[in-house]
């Protein structure tokens, strides 16, 4: 086994059980108290999270420091060249409100880019893992490559029960014809990986930490991500940036970017 393929797999562990702590931890009330903070709300869930995975991934490699949602103080300061790039509980609002679709998730990130990446869906029971040039996989199963989706062809999905805003926009001047409901950003990027659905798009503030794992999921397996107006997520400076556009045919996320930005 490569040193690359054994950190991918430790990664997985640190995902996945944490991932069983949300499940144990979420029928407590406390968990799921919280406070709002600006448009965030940030439940005592996503404070625990963030401790058992930041200590789980510490133990992997203590000389790489962990950035996290959950640490104010690790997003003040210059970006390492190395580090764990993690959103401990990426939906909270499903989380929180007895929803499946939350996640939670790691990246590795070297250089400015994410180089490996693993992220749990608890109640689905579903861990997505990638390495960079080495694929992505679902429970261990090889993602294959998606193929060709023009604009318009196959399923369009969003956080609502039916496509509303800047997705219902793009929904009905593609003219898609399918939609799926899912939960957190990271979910829904995994879910175009695994070939569920073909499109995301969002013009809400996005983080990295919403992006960096599943993102590598999604290139691993020939598909897209970029921001709201077709550029890329570099990893460096701001964390926060305005929407994405996430397919997995390449083609379309540049035509849709390209079409927003009319």
């Known amino acids: 086994?490569?040193?690359?393929?054994?950190?991918?797999?430790?990664?997985?562990?640190?995902?996945?059980?944490?991932?069983?702590?949300?499940?144990?931890?979420?029928?407590?009330?406390?968990?799921?108290?919280?406070?709002?903070?600006?448009?965030?709300?940030?439940?005592?869930?996503?404070?625990?999270?963030?401790?058992?995975?930041?200590?789980?991934?510490?133990?992997?490699?203590?000389?790489?420091?962990?950035?996290?949602?959950?640490?104010?103080?690790?997003?003040?300061?210059?970006?390492?060249?190395?580090?764990?790039?993690?959103?401990?509980?990426?939906?909270?609002?499903?989380?929180?409100?007895?929803?499946?679709?939350?996640?939670?998730?790691?990246?590795?990130?070297?250089?400015?880019?994410?180089?490996?990446?693993?992220?749990?869906?608890?109640?689905?029971?579903?861990?997505?893992?990638?390495?960079?040039?080495?694929?992505a996989r679902r429970n261990g199963r090889v993602l294959p490559p998606r193929p060709p989706a023009p604009p318009g062809r196959g399923v369009l999905t969003d956080n609502t029960p039916e496509p509303s805003g800047v997705a219902r926009r793009v929904y009905d001047h593609f003219g898609y014809g399918g939609y799926l409901e899912s939960g957190s950003i990271s979910l829904k990027l995994c879910r175009i990986a695994e070939g569920d659905a073909q499109l995301f798009v969002k013009d809400v503030p996005v983080r990295d930490w919403d992006v960096a794992a599943p993102g590598l999921v999604l290139a691993e397996t020939g598909g897209l991500l970029t921001r709201l107006d077709g550029s890329g997520f570099t990893y460096q400076g701001a964390f926060e940036h305005v929407g994405l556009v996430g397919a997995g045919d390449p083609s379309t996320c540049r035509e849709v970017s390209r079409w927003l930005a009319l």
Do not use: C, N
């Open 1 to 135: 086994m490569s040193a690359e393929t054994a950190l991918v797999e430790a990664m997985a562990r640190a995902v996945t059980e944490v991932g069983g702590l949300l499940r144990a931890w979420r029928p407590d009330p406390a968990a799921r108290d919280g406070v709002w903070e600006g448009s965030q709300f940030k439940a005592e869930a996503d404070a625990r999270a963030h401790r058992a995975l930041s200590l789980r991934l510490t133990a992997i490699d203590p000389g790489v420091p962990v950035v996290s949602e959950e640490d104010p103080a690790s997003l003040t300061r210059e970006r390492p060249p190395r580090y764990w790039l993690i959103d401990p509980i990426d939906g909270t609002a499903s989380y929180v409100h007895g929803f499946d679709g939350y996640v939670t998730q790691a990246a590795l990130v070297v250089g400015g880019r994410p180089e490996a990446a693993a992220v749990f869906a608890p109640e689905r029971g579903t861990l997505y893992t990638a390495e960079r040039g080495r694929g």
